[in-house]
């Protein structure tokens, strides 16, 4: 699991950034800027080593990962599905329920991430329902969607 490390050089990010990070991750492109200013408050930033593993198939998770610089390597069942990077979010699922990771992603480079905690999410959520709802739409679309393209296209009958 990631471990918050620390750097030499500083690299944290001004509350401003956060926002601006923030509203250009899907997730909470469609929260207001007060919510991403609440958002970004809550959020810790952490610096992990290249080959770190973030989340691991399987195990519970207690937080999510906004990548704000380097990348990561996405594998299910140990098999290489999928390449993130800056914007991108890992484990947002975790927010809602502290389940099993459904991948393992490991850091392919040094990063920079924004973290944000299933405690810190309650909290927000408690405060600000319409966050939750917003968050909950955002994952709702992408399930349909990952079950769209899954889905096989429907066979067409022959009639005479």
């Known amino acids: ?3 918050r490390t620390r750097t030499s050089r500083p690299r944290g990010r001004s509350k401003d950034a956060k926002v601006e990070l923030l509203s250009n991750v899907p997730l909470f492109s469609s929260c207001s800027k007060r919510d991403l200013r609440r958002i970004a408050a809550l959020v810790d930033e952490i610096d992990v ?3 770190r593993v973030l989340t691991r198939q399987g195990e519970p998770g207690w937080e999510c990962f906004v990548i704000a610089a380097g990348q990561a390597k996405v594998t299910v069942r140990g098999s290489g599905t999928a390449s993130l990077g800056p914007g991108d979010v890992v484990g947002e699922m ?5 389940g099993p990771r459904s991948a393992t992603v490991t850091a392919s480079s040094d990063m920079h991430l924004l973290v944000l905690t299933s405690r810190s999410f309650s909290s927000l959520i408690n405060q600000v329902p319409l966050v939750a709802r917003r968050i909950m739409a955002e994952l709702a679309g992408r399930l349909r969607e990952a079950e769209t393209s899954r889905r096989p296209a429907p066979r067409l009958r022959a009639t005479m």
């Not at 975790?94 to 502290?98: A, E, K, N, P, T």
Request: a negative charge; glycine letters at 10%.
């Open 49 to 51: 080593p290249e080959g």
């Open 1 to 3: 699991m990631a471990r």
């Open 94 to 98: 975790s927010l809602l329920d502290q």
